[in-house]
């Protein structure tokens, strides 16, 4: 059975630093993918990032940065230069691949919340 | 625009009522998901669909049921509700069963039971 774990329940820093909210993930299948969601405080969640289990490669976006290495089973998610409004709780989620493509469900992690203080 | 919505956005019922949580989407997605999100726990998949006629059961289903009679809705029953049942309930939607597509998610409806 597949599972993701973000063991930091919650986290505060200061506007400005730099944050690394970590992600281990299980899983028996070699193909499968990994998500991050974002909540923000009004409760939406919002979609931030897909990989694949094929592509190792480090993905930037702004001040957002995603790194994956399989040899840990892990997908962790940087804010550089944090801001108030990346205040939220970050949600990282796993599904994996299925021969008849019944796949396509999501197992989340628990959630890390972030406060970001002025 | 394509969008998902869900309703009521807010709800409070009594211990063994019947509850149902609509989730229309305009995307003709053809999957559509539920899940509830409890403090440490994300969220956990209750339903899900693949199609019109087709539902299975998720992680976490007893006590909810679902049906899809078209490609647009798929609404939430909860057959008798229990205060176990308090939580927020998200629906989404993704066009195919290939894994790599992301979900996109209603806004949710927060259900008290007392």
């Known amino acids: 059975a597949q599972k993701v774990t973000q063991a930091q329940t919650e986290i505060s820093v200061v506007e400005k630093e730099d944050v690394t909210l970590d992600c281990v993930y299980e899983?028996?299948?070699?193909?499968?993918?990994l998500f991050w969601y974002k909540q923000p405080p009004s409760g939406e969640l919002v979609f931030l990032i897909r990989?694949?289990?094929?592509?190792?490669q480090n993905e930037i976006s702004g001040r957002y940065s995603w790194n994956f290495q399989k040899s840990t089973s892990s997908f962790n998610f940087t804010i550089t230069a944090s801001q108030v409004v990346d205040s939220a709780v970050y949600f990282c989620?796993?599904?994996?691949?299925?021969?008849?493509?019944?796949?396509?469900?999501?197992?989340f992690g628990g959630g890390t919340r972030l406060m970001v203080k002025p | 625009d394509a969008e998902i919505t869900q309703s009521p956005r807010h709800k409070i019922t009594e211990t063994g009522r019947q509850v149902t949580l609509a989730c229309h989407q305009t995307w003709n997605h053809n999957n559509m998901f539920w899940y509830r999100q409890d403090l440490g726990h994300g969220l956990r998949l209750i339903h899900y669909?693949?199609?019109?006629?087709?539902?299975n059961k998720g992680e976490v289903s007893d006590g909810y049921s679902v049906s899809r009679s078209n490609t647009e809705d798929l609404p939430l029953t909860l057959e008798s509700a229990a205060s176990s049942q308090t939580s927020v309930y998200f629906c989404?939607?993704?066009?195919?069963?290939?894994?790599?597509?992301?979900?996109?998610f209603g806004p949710g409806t927060r259900l008290t039971v007392t």
């Open positions: 989620a796993l599904s994996e691949a299925r021969w008849n493509n019944a796949g396509n469900m999501l197992t």
């Open positions: 899983t028996r299948d070699t193909t499968y993918y």
């Open positions: 990989r694949n289990s094929f592509d190792e």
């Open positions: 989404a939607s993704s066009p195919l069963r290939d894994s790599s597509y992301e979900q996109y």
């Open positions: 669909s693949y199609g019109v006629q087709d539902t």
